[in-house]
């Protein structure tokens, strides 16, 4: 079982205050993780340390070389007022493999088709993006990544503001990139949904808390640990000295996690 | 030869001037336009405004030491612009201060440099023609550069229009996927101090701007498409500059002032009728549709 995504004691964070500390694991090629935890408890964050957009304080994270990877960020900055129609943003997924200058020839139309009908957005290429609902729009974002073909796929709370019946048609996507061994990390913060679909959860408060199957993960002791995490910065947090911290071990496998040295830092 | 041919053709016919204006107006609407529509979609039109006052120190700098001269007030002007561009970019993306505020200090740094330069050593008559250019006194130097400025203006656009058009719609899609952000970012900047410099010796470092903003504008009311919207841009420009030019002619008006406000009626106009204008979107039908 190769490592898709390895976390050396990674700490990610903004302006010296860690919003990820100390964590340590690998993402399985062709797995399927629930990031879960409560606000500021660091998700996003991770996300974008693996995308990269965000450079690691300390420690590093690895994406397997010849990864290719596609993410859906949680706060967009998707500028809904441009003058673009649907299938111009769904084109944007053909950049992986056409990048700059390569023409968008027959094939590239019809992925990108195939794209917007498997979201069920068939008859909406021609849509101004200003004009599509919330749902519509997340469904248009969906059928990006689908067109982006990539191994890694980083959805950050991809379901919120989006009603039941699209949460499960974006589920089934989710399940057949599973099916297809892409590796997939999802943010979520409905832990039935994490439960009833999610094989592996991680779950964080700016420590990882615990990771692993999702039952035993999302077990009551580790809900609560989560929950007595403390949202806000210590303006007066002492600094983190080496080998203090959460060194959080997680290993597959034999799904040994381990937790060394005390939790009081930071 | 009726009317019709005295009032619109006569004047280019027959007067050399006349014509180098048309030319060197329509080679800057047909480069500056675009140029125009990626400021406005990046909500950027008041950079463009910035810009053109950051160019004058150095246009000021090349008038101090070699008078009333394209190059080398092209060429001061190009890295005064370069240099703000940079600056005001390098502070934006290094600190916590946004792009506008930056461009605001870095502009008005240089602006009062420029003034500052030109009052050592001229008179109100040059300043304002520094300002205001003049486009009936296109020579053949300006004229090779308007159109050297064109053609490079519309290889990189058609070079990076993928990336242009992704900067805009969603800029962390396209850091997610590709390096280009920021350099596609600074080479968009490069164009509009290119075409501003192009624009200054035919309608000033002021009223360069307008010709870049006012058909912009103006064709977002007609299209919810970029490639049409640049290309109405351009239509809208060319009109403009031909209207200004006759109506110069004819009425003994400033050149650079009637091209303008010509463009100026047209978007008036368009934010009145157009397709996704006032009228279009506030008088709505009595029936509407079941889905």
């Given amino acids: ?50 995308v ?5 304080m300390s420690g590093r994270c690895a994406v397997a070389p010849g990864t290719s ?52 957005l068939e008859g909406f290429d021609a849509r101004p ?31 919120n503001a989006v009603d039941a019946r699209t949460v499960r048609d974006l589920i089934d996507l989710i399940m057949r990139w599973h099916g297809e061994k892409r590796t997939v990390m999802v943010v979520v913060h409905d832990l039935d949904l994490v ?29 609560l640990k989560a929950r007595q995490f403390h949202e806000a910065w210590d303006e007066k947090a002492a600094l983190c000295a080496p080998g203090q911290g959460g060194a959080y071990v997680h290993r597959h496998g034999g799904h040994e996690h381990s937790h060394a040295a005390a939790k009081d830092a930071a | 030869m009726g009317p019709l041919y ?20 329509l080679m800057l609407s047909v480069s500056a336009c675009p140029i125009g529509v990626f400021l406005m979609l990046r909500r950027m039109s008041l950079t463009g405004d910035a810009m053109a006052h950051a160019i004058l120190p150095g246009a000021a700098v090349g008038f101090l030491f070699y008078g009333l001269q394209i190059i080398p007030m092209t060429l001061g002007g190009l890295a005064a612009g370069v240099i703000v561009a940079l600056g005001a970019g390098a502070v934006s993306r290094l600190t916590v201060q946004k792009e506008d505020a930056s461009m605001a200090a870095f502009y008005l740094i240089s602006l009062a440099l420029g003034v500052l330069i030109v009052s050592l050593r001229g008179s109100n008559v040059d300043l304002m023609h520094v300002l205001f250019g003049t486009v009936l006194a296109l020579n ?8 050297a400025i064109g053609v490079t203006t519309l290889v990189a656009l058609a070079v990076f229009w993928r990336a242009l058009v992704a900067e805009c719609l969603d800029p962390l899609f396209l850091r997610s996927v590709s390096r280009l952000g920021p350099p596609v970012h600074f080479l968009f900047l490069g164009l509009v101090v290119l075409n501003l410099v192009g624009g200054f010796q035919a309608l000033g470092t002021l009223l360069a701007v307008g010709l870049m903003m006012l058909p912009a504008a103006s064709a977002r009311f007609w299209t919810t ?26 009425a003994s008006l400033a050149s650079g002032p009637a091209i303008i406000l010509s463009a100026g009626v047209v978007y008036i106009l368009s934010t009145i009728f157009g397709t996704r204008g006032i009228l279009a979107t506030r008088i709505r039908p009595a029936s509407h549709l079941t889905a």
């Fill in chain 2, 140 to 147: 053949d130097e300006a004229l090779t550069l308007i159109g």
């Fill in chain 1, 1 to 50: 079982m190769s490592a898709c995504v390895t976390f050396g004691d990674l700490t990610l964070g903004y302006h010296r205050h860690p919003a990820v500390h100390h964590l340590n694991g690998t993402v399985r090629r062709g797995s399927l993780t629930a990031v879960v935890g409560a606000n500021g408890s660091g998700k996003s964050t991770l996300m974008k340390g693996i």
């Fill in chain 1, 69 to 120: 990877l596609a993410y859906l960020p949680q706060q967009s900055e998707l500028d809904r007022s441009f003058p673009a129609r649907v299938i111009d943003l769904v084109s944007l997924g053909l950049w992986p493999r056409r990048g700059l200058l390569g023409w968008h020839g027959a094939r590239d139309k019809a992925v990108v088709a195939d794209a917007l009908s498997a979201v069920g």
């Fill in chain 1, 129 to 159: 993006i200003d004009s599509l609902s919330g749902g519509q729009l997340q469904r248009a974002l969906f059928a990006r990544v689908l067109v982006q073909d990539s191994d890694l796929i980083l959805l950050d709370e991809p379901f």
């Fill in chain 1, 52 to 56: 990269g957009v965000l450079k690691p």
């Fill in chain 2, 6 to 25: 005295d009032w619109l053709i006569a004047p280019f016919a027959e007067y050399g001037f006349m014509q180098r204006a048309l030319v060197g107006a």
């Fill in chain 1, 195 to 223: 439960r009833e679909h999610f094989p592996e959860a991680l779950l964080m408060a700016r420590e990882p808390i615990a990771w692993g199957d999702t039952r035993a993960a999302l077990s009551p002791e580790n809900l």
């Fill in chain 2, 225 to 250: 498409r970029v490639e049409p919207m640049c290309l109405l841009a351009i239509g809208i420009g060319i009109v403009s500059c031909l209207a200004g030019l006759l109506l110069s002619y004819h």
